[in-house]
């Protein structure tokens, strides 16, 4: 079985930056992409950022130029720095990885961690 476990959200002051990260376990073998998405209250889950295996990236509008994400591959982590936080990034945020290959030869083609409340005050 495959999990993703996320850890760095809290509370932040407008224009404050915190780091979220989400590491991989189970006996995976690869994976492709992972992502970061969010859902604030009363909202649909959006998407936040993406990054490939091969590290190509794409970010929603509202965050480029603030918010990086990085990952290793080794490791199976991915990150999310996000920088000059706005009230308008409160929300729950998710880590996202898929599809994802197991050892066994097993395929999953989502993963979904339990999610991490990120609040940002004005």
């Known amino acids: 079985q495959v999990q993703l476990v996320e850890s760095g959200g809290g509370v932040v002051q407008a224009g404050g930056s915190l780091r979220l990260s989400c590491a991989a376990s189970g006996s995976i073998f690869s994976i492709d992409a992972m992502g970061w998405y969010r859902q604030g209250s009363g909202k649909q889950r959006e998407l936040v950022a993406t990054?490939?295996?091969?590290?190509?990236?794409n970010y929603i509008d509202s965050v480029k130029g603030r918010f990086t994400i990085s990952r290793d591959n080794d490791k199976n982590t991915v990150s999310l720095q996000m920088n000059n936080l706005k009230p308008e990034d409160t929300a729950v945020y998710f880590c996202?990885?898929?599809?994802?290959?197991?050892?066994?030869?097993?395929?999953?083609?989502?993963?979904w961690g339990q999610g991490t409340l990120v609040t940002v005050s004005s």
């Open positions: 996202n990885a898929g599809p994802v290959l197991t050892t066994t030869l097993r395929r999953y083609s989502q993963v």
């Open positions: 990054i490939t295996r091969g590290a190509s990236t």
